[in-house]
């Protein structure tokens, strides 16, 4: 087992599932990097031929559901809230759609995108998703089904906050760059 192999191939992943639960570039970071620790200190309790990344998804989202436990709450400073966005929106209508999508995933409930990022972002199964998730395959399914009947009313009755003009253009990074932007704000309490 070269466990070396399989950590740089997990890292992205585990940086952008990082970043769509804390919201922050910096705490994603750390977060991963806590995992990675935590993982190489219990890589004898891996059992070879299992899925290494569903594993490691698994210790990051712990680590992650743990910190939110010990901290309820967290203010943000007024210079983190002042955004890095252009004066001048996105002229094409590709950037527009896919910004109007931006906002309507960040109004589903954190369960609901926790699953379309793992199932659909990540290429998870539905049954490494639930094991990562630590439920059943059918509320898997369950929330993937409902967040995409969500999304697709959402973006249908355009009921969505805001203003087009107001959301920044997607960046070149992909997924982990979309996952920070149009984030609200605030901490998750927890589970």
């Known amino acids: 087992m070269d466990v070396e192999a399989m950590l740089l191939d997990v890292i ?3 940086r952008a599932f990082a ?3 804390t919201r922050n570039r910096d705490q994603a970071d750390d977060l991963t990097h806590d995992a990675v620790v ?12 299992t899925n290494f990344k569903a594993w490691m998804f698994t210790i990051l989202r712990n680590l992650y559901y743990n910190e939110c ?14 955004g890095d966005e252009p004066s001048i929106g996105p ?12 906002r309507a995933f960040w109004q589903l409930n954190a369960d ?8 659909g972002a990540s290429g998870f199964s539905y049954e490494e998703a639930a ?6 395959v059918g509320t898997v399914k369950s929330r993937v089904s409902r967040a995409r009947a969500e999304l697709k009313q959402l973006l249908e009755h355009g009921n969505l906050p805001g203003q087009r003009s107001d959301t920044a253009p997607m960046p070149k990074d992909g997924l982990e760059e979309f996952l920070v932007h ?5 901490t998750p309490s927890g589970k």
């Open 12 to 14: 992205p992943h585990l």
């Open 19 to 21: 970043r769509s639960l």
């Open 38 to 49: 935590r993982a190489l200190a219990a890589i004898d309790q891996f059992t070879p031929g």
């Open 69 to 82: 436990r010990k901290r309820w709450i967290k203010s943000t400073p007024i210079d983190d809230l002042a």
């Open 91 to 102: 002229a094409q209508e590709a950037n527009l759609e896919f910004n109007d999508f931006r």
């Open 112 to 119: 609901q995108r926790e699953v379309l990022i793992l199932v």
């Open 131 to 136: 094991e990562v998730c630590n439920c059943r």
């Open 182 to 186: 149009d984030a609200p704000m605030s």
